[in-house]
């Protein structure tokens, strides 16, 4: 006889990264993956699922479109999804506002505040930037329904503001000032988002952020108070999948226990997923993307 927790150990899973309003990519990657559309729901015929890693919204095309499809998932128990900080950014707004600029997002509002801020699996984590023990600790068992809670996130320097800055942002450190420095989308910025599962010990800034900068940073160092709240992720730790970084194809997005999926749907037009079959240390060959043609240069 197979108990419940053998047959919810058993289940595999395909954890997709950010999908930013391109549904088109996203019924493309589904099908790929083998996901059917019955009914206006996509399910798996060998009982995978979904696991979605936040930030479905803005920059593409069709945001409802996925927050849709995504939802019908959700109700059905085809998929589970965790939120991103373009999703946070709208609780904040309505709660600090009253209301919302972008209308077309406030029918899945309610469903929104019902999402987790990270996602623990028997064999595998998954969170939108960063596993940050004590972050996650700090944030465990919170509801994002809770008016209290959102308005203690926009505090400056509270405890909750740094937690969710920290695993919806990324670990962050100010870069050189002598150059600015420049995202993959032109927009100038003053901090980099680090490797955060490495020790940040020896590390100059071109070995240590994750999000490529223009131009490449030069080999001074992170000043220590900036890394001192680094909590690298290792073995024995579970495997972790995230999203969040905007990845070029020449980054490797399997490192140790973590995955990085955002391979940048807004920059390359790509939709990344890692395919988990149980094992304990993620590997290179379980990703996929779609469009499938034509082939990136990839590690
Ligand atoms: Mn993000």
Redesign the pocket.
Known sequence: MISAVDALTKTKYDIIG?VHGHLELLTGLLSLLGYQDKDGCFYHPEGRKAVFL??LINRGPDSPGVLRLVQEMHNKGEAFVCI???EFRILQEVVNSGSLENRELLPFLNWIQSWPLFLEFPGFRAV??AWHFSSIKALSGVSLTSDYFIRSSLENGSVTQRSIQNI??GIRVHLPKEQEMKDRFGIARKKGRIKWWQDPVGKSFSEYLLSPMYPAPSHLFPEAKEVEGVEPYQKPELPVFF??YCLPPEIPKVNGQTVCL?GCVTCDKKLWAYSWKGESSPTSSNLIYFPRNPIPTEN
Do not use: E, Q, T
């Open positions: 950010d936040g930030d991103g900080n373009h939108h930037a919806l942002y999203g969040h955002d």
